[in-house]
C-alpha cells in the first residue's frame, strides 16, 4: 500500500520559505494566477520574453509553462526559460493548453515536450490527446472525464518519466510508479476564468519547495485546490463571489486544517 501524503507540512514549509516561480502564463491567467499564488503563500513572476525568460528561470525556484495565448515570441521565450531551468537543475511545469486545437499548437507542445519537463498538467482530454489517443476535447474545454485519461498519464508519465496530473470533478496523479485521486473542488470552478492554469502555478510552487518530490508536491498543491475550492463552494452564490471567496480560502487554509479535510485516495 502506498504511504499516505500528508499535505499540511509542504503547504507550511512553501509558506515558511516563498518560493520564486516564473509563471509563464497567458493573457487570461496572469491575474487570477499572481491573485491565487499570493493567497496561497508563494511569489509569483510573470516573466516570458526570450530576452530575459532564461535568465529570469536561473534566480527562480521553479518555472511554470502555459500554453494558452500562444506567439512565436512567446514560444521562443518559453524554451529559452525551460532549458535554462533544466540546466539549473529547477523544475518545471508544463501546462499544454489545447494542444491539439491546431497544427501550430501540436509543433509547440512537441518542441517543449522534448525539453523533459518534470510535471505535466492537463485537463482530461489535453492528456489523452498528448498520449496519442483521441480525445472529445473543444478549444480548452474538456468532454472528457477524467477516468478515461488515467491510462494516458501512466503512459506519459512513463515516456518522458514526469509527474502527470490529470484535473477535473476528481484528480488523478501518476508517477508512473504511483498513483493518486483528489477529491474535492466545487462544481463552480470550471466557471471561473483560468483557474486550472492558476493551479498549474500553484504546482510550481510545490515542487519548488519539494524540488526531490514532484509526485507529493503536485498531489500537495491539488490537495490545497480542493480544500479551499470546497470551502469556497459552500459561500458562493455563483462564479462572480466563488472567485473572491477562493482567494479568501487559500489564503486562510492552514495546514492543519489542509490534512484534516484533503482526501487523498490511493489509485
Not at 37 to 62: Q, R
Not at 171 to 177: E, I, L, P
Not at 246 to 263: E, N, V
Request: with cysteine; proline share 5%.
Amino acid at each position: 500500500m502506498q504511504n499516505q501524503i500528508t499535505p499540511g507540512s509542504l503547504l507550511a514549509a512553501m509558506r515558511a520559505d516563498p518560493p520564486l516561480v516564473q509563471c509563464i502564463t497567458n493573457f487570461v491567467a496572469m491575474n487570477i494566477a499572481a491573485n491565487v499564488m499570493l493567497a496561497a503563500g508563494a511569489s509569483p513572476a510573470m516573466v516570458h520574453s526570450e530576452e530575459e525568460a532564461g535568465e529570469f528561470a536561473t534566480i527562480s525556484s521553479a518555472l511554470t509553462i502555459n500554453i494558452g495565448t500562444l506567439s512565436p515570441a512567446w514560444l521562443a521565450g518559453m524554451k529559452v526559460a525551460a532549458r535554462a531551468a533544466t540546466k539549473a537543475d529547477k523544475p518545471w511545469v508544463l501546462d499544454p493548453v489545447a494542444h491539439y486545437a491546431t497544427a501550430y499548437r501540436r509543433k509547440a507542445v512537441i518542441e517543449l515536450l522534448e525539453l523533459r519537463p518534470t510535471i505535466i498538467r492537463g485537463n482530461a482530454s489535453e492528456i489523452i490527446a498528448l498520449a496519442g489517443g483521441v480525445s472529445r476535447g473543444q478549444g480548452v474545454d474538456s468532454r472528457d472525464p477524467v477516468e478515461l485519461a488515467a491510462d494516458s498519464a501512466w503512459h506519459l508519465a512513463s515516456q518522458y518519466q514526469a509527474v502527470v496530473a490529470v484535473t477535473g470533478e476528481t484528480d488523478f496523479v501518476t508517477d508512473g510508479n504511483k498513483a493518486w485521486r483528489i477529491e474535492g473542488g466545487s462544481v463552480l470552478m470550471p466557471k471561473v476564468t483560468a483557474l486550472g492554469c492558476a493551479l498549474t502555478c500553484l504546482i510550481g510552487a510545490f515542487a519548488a519547495t519539494r524540488p526531490q518530490s514532484p509526485l507529493e508536491a503536485t498531489v500537495a498543491a491539488l490537495a490545497v485546490f480542493a480544500v479551499a475550492g470546497e470551502r469556497a463552494g459552500n459561500e458562493a452564490a455563483g462564479p462572480g463571489s466563488f472567485s473572491w471567496h477562493f482567494l479568501d480560502a487559500l489564503a486562510a487554509l492552514d495546514g492543519t486544517a489542509l490534512d484534516a479535510h484533503a482526501r487523498i485516495i490511493p489509485a
